[in-house]
């Protein structure tokens, strides 16, 4: 039986705003978005472990692209204002959210992500959540394993009783290997249909 809904946050709770901040930090560095890309994949993974501070990570962005630091523009807080204009919210998605928890399952958000986006989250009300658990917080990512069983664990949990929804193949496939039941979420309407797949009940008006 189902018990717990585990939820993604950039790409299913939140628009994913990668690709609208990866132009505008080339633009700022004066690179192309293909070498700010191939750049931030080679350092991504230990940001959001938290094993690098956000100008840590600018730092070594700059080595790697051979950029003069003094030529650098100020980068300071430019992780955390620049998802000000953009982090929005599925709206649908919430909603779905709270009549879950009106169904009293638990839910969980389990994000790969970066302390200054979590500085900017905490100023939103995620309240409706059970658990919020944050990559760079525990030093484990998606797809590992540990913090699958990490996240099942806090929710007190067999694998078996969770319902994985994140956007990214790579990150379903790790759950499933633990025998997570899962979702690759494309839309709402999508995430609802393999719910009531599921088995995971819901009374909200218009749910299908």
Do not use: H
């Amino acid at each position: 039986m189902i018990k717990a809904i585990i939820f993604d946050m950039g790409g299913v709770l939140v628009k994913d705003p990668g690709d609208q901040r990866k132009k505008l930090f080339a633009k700022l560095l004066g690179v192309s978005v293909e070498e700010f890309e191939s750049a931030y994949r080679q350092l991504i993974d230990d940001f959001q472990k938290g094993n690098i501070s956000d100008m840590e990570f600018w730092e070594k962005i700059a080595d790697i692209l051979s950029i003069d630091k003094k030529k650098m523009p100020n980068l300071k807080d430019i992780w955390y204002d620049s998802l000000i204009p953009i982090f929005t919210e599925d709206k649908e998605v919430f909603e779905v959210v709270d009549e879950l928890k009106r169904n009293k399952y638990l839910v969980a958000l389990l994000s790969n992500t970066e302390k200054p986006t979590i500085k900017y989250v905490e100023t939103l009300d995620y309240s409706m959540f059970d658990i919020k658990i944050y990559s760079c917080e525990i030093g484990m990512i998606k797809p590992d394993a540990e913090i699958y069983v990490y996240t099942l664990d806090k929710l007190g949990i067999k694998a078996e009783e969770a319902v994985l929804i994140d956007d990214k193949d790579i990150n379903i496939d790790g759950a499933e290997e633990l025998g997570m039941k899962t979702i690759l979420f494309k839309n709402a309407k999508q995430m609802k249909k393999e719910l009531l797949k599921l088995g995971v009940k819901a009374e909200v008006e218009g749910f299908l």
